[in-house]
Structure formats: C-alpha cells, structure tokens
C-alpha cells in the first residue's frame, strides 16, 4: 500500500475593503456606549437593537468582501531549495534565528503556496498567484502581509503534531454522560 501525503494547508481571510474595519469598529463602540447606557436606566429609549443590528449588517459586509487565500506547504526539496537560495542577512537578527532572509525568501515562497482563493461560500476566485501575487502584496499594509508571512511558515516550518481539542473533548465527554 502507497502512502499518499497531502501536505498541510491553513487559511488566511483578507478583508478586501480595509474601511469596512474602521466602520466596525465605530459602530461597536457606539452599540456598547448604548448597552452601558441602557443598564444605567432601563427608561431610556433603548437603541441598543438596531445598533446591534448596523453591527451585524457592516460584519456581513466585511465577510462578503473577504478572500480566503488557501496556503499549502510546499514540498520539503523545493522549501530547502528557497532556503538556500535566500542567506541570513549579515547582521539581521531575524534572519539568523530563523536561517535564512525572511523577507527575500517569503517574496518567492508566499505565491508559490497559495493553492487556491475562495470567496466565503467556499466557491474558488480567479487568482493566478504567479502572476497577480505581487501586485496584491504591494497594496497591502505590512500587518495584512504578515498574515500570510505567518501562514506560510506555519505549513513550511511549523510543526505538524495531530491537533487535540480539550475543550472539544470535555463537550462531547459531557455529552455523553446524559
């Protein structure tokens, strides 16, 4: 019997329209300035259910407009040859912890392990990595980018024990006590 690897993959979401956070944010403060209000004086005319609900319609909106881009490990020949070709820069503290030029190496790495982009129904975007992923890059904010940094490392470099939810165990254990 041949064993069959399917290298392992994480998920980065990219919210495409970054002022849709800001609106978020606005809107959720205004909706726990309301709740505090109205636990101070329940006779007060309570907003506090349509400021709920702007919140929920800007979240609804931030999810329509996201892209989740599918990251997958690249084989371990091809991610050591990467590393080769990307020395530590002399000096650069990063590098030397982790051995190689980090940001030379994800600028290669990064579109050479998206496997694919989908929209948040899960159906698949047209995006060719090779071709559009550096154009996306460039237009990001460096924490958005670090997202993807992140991710990449965790399917190249991180480790791969077989996860275990305690928290999940514990529900189903209490479960099965009824």
Same mark, same amino acid.
């Given at each position: 019997?041949?064993?069959?690897?399917?290298?392992?993959?994480?998920?980065?979401?990219?919210? =495409?329209?970054?002022?849709?956070?800001?609106?978020?944010?606005?809107?959720?403060?205004?909706?726990?300035?309301?709740?505090?209000?109205?636990?101070?004086?329940?006779? /007060? &005319?309570?907003?506090?259910?349509? =400021?709920?609900?702007?919140?929920?319609?800007?979240?609804?909106?931030?999810?329509?407009? *996201?892209?989740?881009?599918?990251?997958?490990?690249?084989?371990?020949?091809?991610? $050591?040859?990467?590393?080769?070709?990307?020395?530590?820069?002399?000096? $650069?503290? /990063?590098?030397?912890?982790?051995?190689? &030029?980090?940001?030379?190496?994800?600028?290669?790495?990064?579109?050479?392990?998206?496997?694919?982009?989908? &929209?948040?129904?899960?159906?698949? =975007?047209?995006?060719?990595?090779? *071709?559009?992923?550096?154009? /996306?890059?460039?237009?990001?904010?460096?924490?958005?980018?670090?997202?993807?940094? =992140?991710?990449?490392?965790?399917? $190249?470099?991180?480790?791969?024990?077989?996860?275990?939810? /305690?928290?999940?165990?514990?529900?189903?254990?209490?479960?099965?006590? *009824?």
């Amino acid at each position: 019997m041949a064993l069959i690897i399917k290298r392992p993959e994480t998920r980065v979401a990219f919210c =495409l329209d970054g002022n849709l956070k800001a609106e978020h944010e606005a809107a959720e403060a205004e909706f726990n300035e309301a709740r505090k209000r109205g636990l101070a004086d329940a006779r /007060l &005319n309570d907003p506090t259910k349509k =400021l709920a609900k702007k919140v929920s319609d800007i979240e609804d909106a931030m999810k329509a407009s *996201t892209a989740e881009f599918v990251i997958r490990g690249m084989k371990r020949a091809d991610w $050591n040859g990467l590393v080769a070709e990307h020395a530590p820069r002399e000096g $650069n503290a /990063l590098d030397k912890s982790y051995g190689f &030029n980090v940001e030379s190496l994800m600028t290669a790495a990064i579109p050479k392990s998206i496997a694919g982009v989908e &929209n948040q129904a899960g159906e698949p =975007l047209d995006f060719d990595a090779a *071709t559009e992923w550096d154009a /996306l890059a460039d237009d990001m904010t460096d924490s958005q980018y670090e997202d993807f940094i =992140l991710a990449t490392l965790r399917v $190249n470099k991180g480790r791969n024990e077989v996860p275990f939810s /305690l928290s999940a165990f514990r529900t189903i254990q209490d479960s099965d006590l *009824t």
